[in-house]
């Protein structure tokens, strides 16, 4: 709380909190980078969208078995997977821990995700993906329906012009309503999210670049993503086999410090 001593006044009053902290996320992508091509890649979507609101962290290295431990280590908040399938058992034991332990994981679908991914998504998946002209197909590009009131997205204007040509489907079930954030004209999910432990799992049935959607070049795409990045917290790397953390002094079976508020004052 700071305020300007001797006024008594809420002009002279100005309370930080939480949202004060830019939150460091991590990219990684399981598509080639071709330096040439910076519009082919996935990862320059999210670059443009994040980069005025939070602290971008790369992989130094190109194997997804080692870059995704090195971004984890390096404390981020949010880890985005672009184009990402299977991850090794290994990698993918670490990355739960770092989500029930209050991590934010979003994944975006792509060839490599339709064709096989474990399970660190929010509800399960069709084999496949359902495209224009395809088996599952529709006639023409789907447009959003709109946004779940129990979302982070509630309350966004639905935006007419972006429209979906591709996408991974959701095994029907009788929890994905419930998990569903966006939805299509025909009723499927355009982001999916479950809770594990302390964090969150989010999957954007769509790429992070324009071949399967005109939604990653759109403002709405930057305030989704905002809104999911203010979801997280200042995360800690994932404990070590001890339960016991080298950059800060909680263990991973502690509660959390921090809730989240019930109403917020500006």
Do not use: C, K
Request: aromatic share 4%; proline share 8%.
């Amino acid at each position: 709380r700071l305020e300007i001593a001797g006024e008594a006044s809420a002009a002279g009053v100005q309370l930080l909190d939480d949202r004060s902290q830019r939150r460091t996320v991590g990219l990684v992508s399981g598509a080639s980078v071709d330096q040439a091509q910076p519009l082919l890649s996935p990862l320059y979507y999210l670059d443009r969208a994040l980069s005025p609101f939070t602290e971008l962290r790369r992989p130094r290295v190109d194997n997804l078995d080692e870059a995704v431990p090195a971004l984890i280590d390096e404390g981020v908040s949010v880890l985005i997977m672009a184009d990402v399938g299977r991850l090794r058992d290994s990698v993918r034991d670490e990355v739960a821990r770092w989500v029930d332990q209050g991590g934010v994981l979003v994944r975006f679908a792509g060839p490599r995700l339709a064709g096989g991914s474990d399970d660190l998504i929010p509800t399960p998946l069709r084999a496949g993906d359902r495209t224009l002209g395809g088996s599952l197909s529709w006639d023409d590009p789907q447009p959003l329906s709109g946004f779940s009131d129990a979302s982070p997205f509630a309350g966004l204007d639905v935006p007419g012009d972006v429209t979906v040509n591709r996408q991974v489907l959701a095994e029907p079930g009788p929890d994905l309503s419930e998990r569903s954030w966006a939805l299509l004209a025909d009723g499927t999910p355009l982001v999916t999210a479950s809770q594990q432990g302390r964090g969150r799992i989010i999957l954007f049935h769509v790429s992070a670049d324009t071949a399967w959607s005109n939604l990653p070049i759109s403002g709405t795409f930057v305030e989704m993503l905002r809104r999911i990045v203010a979801l997280s917290g200042a995360a800690a790397p994932a404990a070590d086999t001890d339960g016991e953390t080298t950059q800060t002094g909680r263990a991973s079976g502690d509660p959390a410090s921090v809730l989240p508020p019930v109403r917020l004052l500006d």
